[in-house]
């Protein structure tokens, strides 16, 4: 175990649904939320409201009484026991990292299995489109998606990394939440058994969430999910770039950004990068995008100043011409 990162210890080999519904019970009572709250949060679970839907349920924008951003997953009770609630409970409890969700309350009944989130502004998908989200924004949400899943491979593949999967915070920092069918890694045969439902679990590494976060990349490029065939990506990247965002980057760091991408989908998945070189070079291109930047504002200034240079001269000429 990593000295700097804390982690509750979970042993998927010892863990049965009877000790997972027991830990789940021990949560405490003020971490609960009532039926009422959420339904007035949500616009009684509005389509309005509604921020993505999976196979395991669907995704809500809410408000709180302080009129703070939530995120409301509600799980679709017919997809299974109630499991897929307390494991997302267990696992973000279990994870201390800054770009991992908190857990802030839960409802758990019968018919109604809900976790909410806070979530200053929503979730990533919600802003993919958004014009004023930066390129310089877009770099550093990518990068702390890029730490939080280098973070939990030490021991979990998340199995569901996608845009709407990932919250943003008052300052824009990503947290990543949405465990539910999450597994430990390396898994057992339980675990093979038990996640058979949702994957070809023979090929299940963390390489999965890499493909699935050079997927994101593309997005937060696009503005949207590109067409990805197993060719690999059916569109020209320059056609489909936000114009907006193109004007914002330089070249070599749109060149480094997309073969960082590309090599997460990498068809044969034992050539993808690992989270941990993947975090390294996306370092890289936010420093290098920096610099460029950085170079952008002095070249603006040395103009400006050369500019207001002449304005000096051309005024003093006019004066002598004057006679003054």
Known sequence: MRSDEVRMSLDDEELSVDKLMILAMSIALSERYTLEKI??????????????????????????????????????????????????????????????????????????????????????????????????????????????????????????????????????????????????????????????RYFDTNNLTPKYDVYSFGVLMLEVLCGRKPVITNAGVDEELAEIIDPNLRKQMSAQTLALFTNIAYKCLNQQHVQRPTMDQIVKELEEVLELHWEHADLDLSKAADEGTSSNNWKVIFFLLVLGDNGT
Not at 100 to 119: G, L, R, T
Not at 142 to 162: E, F, K, S, T
């Open 39 to 196: 339904l007035s949060a949500t616009n009684n679970f509005s389509h309005e409201n509604l921020i993505a839907e999976g196979a395991l349920g669907k995704v809500y924008r809410g408000l709180n009484n302080d009129n703070n951003n939530l995120v409301i997953q509600k799980f679709d009770c017919k997809c299974g026991q109630g499991d897929e609630l307390q494991r997302e409970i267990l696992t973000i409890k279990s994870l201390k990292h800054k770009n991992i969700v908190s857990f802030y309350k839960h409802f758990d009944e019968i018919n109604d299995k809900i976790v909410i989130y806070e979530a200053f502004h929503g979730t990533l998908n919600q802003h993919l489109s958004d014009p004023t989200l930066t390129w310089s924004q877009r770099l550093q949400i990518c990068l702390g998606v890029a730490r939080g899943l280098n973070y939990i491979h030490y021991d979990i593949i998340h199995c569901d990394i996608n845009s709407s999967k990932i919250i943003l915070d008052g300052n824009w920092e990503p947290k990543i939440y949405g465990f539910e069918i999450s597994t430990k890694y390396p898994r057992s045969l339980r675990h093979r058994l038990l996640f058979s």
